[in-house]
Each structure stands twice: as structure tokens, then as C-alpha cells.
């Protein structure tokens, strides 16, 4: 069964549109989700569908053999602003740490910014370090979006989003780390 050649990358970019609505209906549902409980189900409901989205391209991506340099490219900038959008959400929401989410969107955004900037000479697709990364943003962030302090208590489910962060923090500086140095050495080899 063949699909369209272009249903990854068309997939790829719902995530953009799909990051804006669940950052507002995020904002809208208020602290913890308490004033507004649906709304707060609902985005993190949204998330967890756009992220899925993600492994849902790539594998049909790599499955009919449609690799394109464009999802190369548009993959990791639509992941960055869905994940961003989560990351700042919550800091506006007073629910992570500023800090943490400045070195995060640094990170995330240095790097996609160097990526747009040498896509001239060579795309550079996301190493399995950045995948990893952006796997445990996605199970961090769902955990820390959907409001399951109803079920456990608040205090059980801060602690877990406090250290689910610091290992998305520690994951999110490690592996653009190993994104600059593979940067370097291939700049060395291709000169």
C-alpha cells in the first residue's frame, strides 16, 4: 500500500497549528488546571496527540522510504515549538522555573537557529541524542500538562514534575553538547 509522499512532511506541519491552540487553551485553563479542569485535560490531551504525531511522521517517513530533506528540517523546528510552547506555558503559569525553561529554549533554539543557517550547505538531521531528548520532553511534559494531581495530590505530583524536569534540563544541555561538538567535527571534515 502506497501513501501520499507528502503525508509526512503535511504531517509534520499540523503540528505548528496544533502547538498555537494547545498553548492557548494551556493559558486558558488557568495554575495547576484548578479553575478551569477541562480545559487543562483538554491541553494536555493535545499535546500528547501532536507530540505522538512526531514518531507518527518519521515512521512513515522512513517505512515507504520518503525521507525528505524538508522533514529533515521541519521535524525538529515543529517539534520546538510545540515542546516550547509547553515549556514557557508552564513558566507562565508559575508551574516550572523560568530558569530552567530559558536554558531549555536556548538550547532548542540556538541550535534550530545554526540548522536554518547551514541549510545551504548540508541539512543536518536530528542525532539520536536529540531524539532521546525529545522523547523524554514529550513524557516529561505530558505528565507535567495533564492534571493527575487530581488523583495523587498536588504535593506527589510536583515532585515528580520537579525531577522530570531536571532530567529534561540535564538531558536537553548534554545532548546539545554532543550537537555542537558533531557540528565541529564534521566542519572539520568537510573542509
Do not use: C
Amino acid at each position: 500500500m502506497a501513501i501520499p509522499r507528502q503525508l509526512p512532511n503535511a504531517i509534520t506541519i499540523a503540528r505548528i497549528p496544533l502547538a498555537v491552540i494547545f498553548f492557548i487553551v494551556l493559558l486558558l485553563g488557568g495554575t495547576y488546571g484548578i479553575p478551569e479542569p477541562a480545559l487543562r485535560w483538554t491541553a494536555g490531551i493535545l499535546f500528547i496527540v501532536a507530540i505522538s504525531t512526531d514518531w507518527v511522521d518519521g515512521y512513515l517517513a522512513r517505512r515507504y522510504d520518503i525521507v525528505s530533506d524538508f522533514g529533515k528540517l521541519w521535524d525538529p523546528i515543529a517539534d520546538k515549538l510545540l515542546t516550547g510552547s509547553g515549556f514557557i506555558g508552564l513558566a507562565i503559569l508559575g508551574e516550572v522555573q523560568w530558569w530552567i525553561v530559558l536554558i531549555i529554549l536556548v538550547r532548542e533554539w540556538g541550535i534550530t537557529v545554526h540548522r536554518l543557517m547551514v541549510v545551504k550547505e548540508h541539512v543536518v538531521a536530528a542525532a539520536w541524542m536529540g531524539k532521546i531528548k525529545t522523547a523524554v520532553q514529550g513524557v516529561a511534559l505530558s505528565w507535567a500538562l495533564l492534571p493527575l494531581h487530581e488523583l495523587i495530590g498536588l504535593d506527589p505530583w510536583k515532585l515528580v514534575t520537579t525531577v522530570l524536569m531536571i532530567v529534561v534540563l540535564l538531558l536537553t544541555v548534554v545532548s546539545g553538547i554532543d550537537y555542537i561538538v558533531a557540528q565541529v567535527k564534521g566542519s572539520r571534515e568537510r573542509s
